[in-house]
């Protein structure tokens, strides 16, 4: 169920992509959604109270995406996985905000956040089984 739930997770590999291509390489970002990305930066500068640049905000949440993903395949430790779980469910928690703000669906982060947060109870449960034995 982990891994199904991480693979599922790691959808989230493009998204992040093309969120650092923002940064490095705007001329290749589609005209269709670079013309939504001051609307979405707007939105969190003005929650944040902070003037937020698409240059910087979008490879950052794209950054966190990829590094978040890596991390629940174990590629940054044990340690690492459950904060992650814990750190990307937040991020779904954000999108979904966002998803919401723009009425778009927010099915997809919430259930990603969701896995996340089945990811790291079951994480939590194997722990708890194996102090028991």
């Given at each position: 169920m982990k891994k199904l739930s991480t693979g599922l997770i790691s959808t989230g590999v493009l998204?992040?992509?093309m969120m650092i291509a923002v940064g490095l390489a705007p001329a290749l970002v589609p005209a269709a959604f670079a013309s939504e990305l001051p609307k979405m930066t707007a939105l969190w500068s003005e929650k944040f109270g902070v003037d937020l640049k698409p240059g910087y905000f979008?490879?950052?949440?794209?950054?966190?995406?990829?590094f978040g993903i890596a991390s629940m395949w174990g590629l940054f430790g044990t340690v690492a996985d459950y904060v992650c779980s814990i750190l990307y469910a937040?991020?779904?928690?954000f999108a979904t905000y966002q998803h919401r703000a723009?009425?778009?669906?927010?099915?997809?982060?919430v259930v990603i956040g969701t896995l996340c947060l089945v990811r790291l109870g079951l994480d939590m449960a194997a722990k708890s089984k194996a102090k028991a034995t």
């Open positions: 998204p992040g992509a979008f490879p950052f949440v794209g950054a966190c995406k990829l937040v991020l779904c928690g723009f009425g778009e669906p927010i099915a997809p982060p």
